[in-house]
């Protein structure tokens, strides 16, 4: 594993701002190393409310040694030799670097790379002091139910709060329930799912959203462009969406948001009372339960037990309004506030 030196925002700063980041928003997506790509990509940034903090890019375009750069923005990537050229880079905005410090770390290969991002107002509280950013562009390996990338590197046993996501080239019922699996995928897949389970994590990205659309009449489209986080980072969880149009790539860039809780705007939960009943129970007549593993081991039970209950709780939550927002889902709101406004 190499490691580069801290890196700041700001020359010869000695400290770091005094203000902790209360938004922080990452975007991936898969450049398919073509230049027009990753200019529509940054291109895009000024239809968002709000600019990407960083950019974790896969597959990114190398030209004599060279990765592309764009204005605002400082670009971090495995270090590249005269036959290996790095799979992934991630680029940094200045105003955001500006209240940060950044360790970059490698692990003597292209297709991984790590931004440990520290300050010592925490992010979103000052507890949160680190960070810890993971990017990654995984393939296939020597075999069909192997990756390059395996999940030891993906989901390392490590302390702090921690952001994993990229293109992983992996299909698992949770991220992609309607999908029907051969089991060379679910041979694939369980292991990373596994360990991320194992050690906490939790799957961001929508389940049933495609991220990935082959060019050919051929392929249909999958979920390969995962995002995965510490229970850490949940409270501060806002989105997972696609509000950039397409780049033209067979991928389409995914942005993660997370934001301090007391700054969010409350989220709209079902309201269980007002569900459409004759129109559910029209839709649990057609719906097609996935069948039984022809190979019953435990962890083919336990995905199909996950597929036909993501299945279902998809088609309930589709038949049912959601919940007015009232003064009380608001995030300051407490108890105690009627008395506080009598004093």
């Not at 962890?299 to 088609?315: E, K, M």
């Amino acid at each position: 594993m190499q490691y580069n030196l801290p890196f700041s925002g700001r020359e010869g700063a000695s400290s770091l701002s005094p203000l902790a980041p209360r938004t922080f928003t990452p975007i991936q997506h898969n450049c398919l190393r073509i230049w027009d790509v990753f200019l529509s990509l940054f291109g895009s940034f000024s239809q968002l409310a709000q600019t990407p903090s960083v950019v974790a890019v896969q597959d990114p375009r190398v030209y004599k040694g060279k990765l592309p750069s764009f204005k605002f923005y400082s670009c971090f990537s495995p270090p590249g030799t005269s036959t290996k050229k790095p799979r992934v880079a991630s680029y940094v905005f200045s105003s955001f670097l500006s209240t940060i410090t950044l360790l970059p770390r490698f692990f003597d290969r292209g297709d991984i790379m790590a931004l440990d991002l520290f300050t010592l107002d925490g992010f979103f509280n000052p507890s949160m002091t680190r960070f810890t950013i993971i990017n990654s562009y995984s393939t296939k390996g020597w075999s069909n139910n192997t990756r390059t990338v395996p999940p030891e590197l993906l989901f390392p046993h490590m302390l702090g709060p921690r952001l994993t996501l990229g293109d992983l080239n992996i299909h698992h019922p949770t991220a992609d329930p309607l999908r029907t699996f051969k089991e060379v995928q679910l041979a694939t897949c369980v292991p990373y799912f596994d360990r991320a389970t194992e050690l906490g994590f939790s799957l961001l990205t929508r389940s049933g959203v495609y991220t990935s659309f082959s060019m050919s009449l051929v392929g249909r489209p999958g979920l390969l462009d995962l995002a995965f986080a510490r229970p850490l980072r949940a409270p501060y969880f806002s989105e997972w969406s696609h509000p950039l149009p397409s780049t033209g790539s067979d991928h389409i860039p995914s942005l993660v948001r997370f934001d301090a809780p007391l700054f969010r705007a409350p989220s709209l939960k079902p309201n269980w009372a007002l569900m459409d009943w004759p129109q559910v129970d029209e839709a649990l007549k057609s719906l097609e339960i996935a069948p039984p593993p022809s190979l019953p081991t435990s962890p083919s039970w336990g995905v199909l037990f996950d597929t036909n209950l993501n299945r279902i709780s998809a088609t309930l939550a589709l038949h049912t309004p959601l919940k007015n927002v009232i003064r009380r889902s608001k995030p300051w709101w407490t108890t105690t506030v009627p008395e506080l406004r009598k004093a």
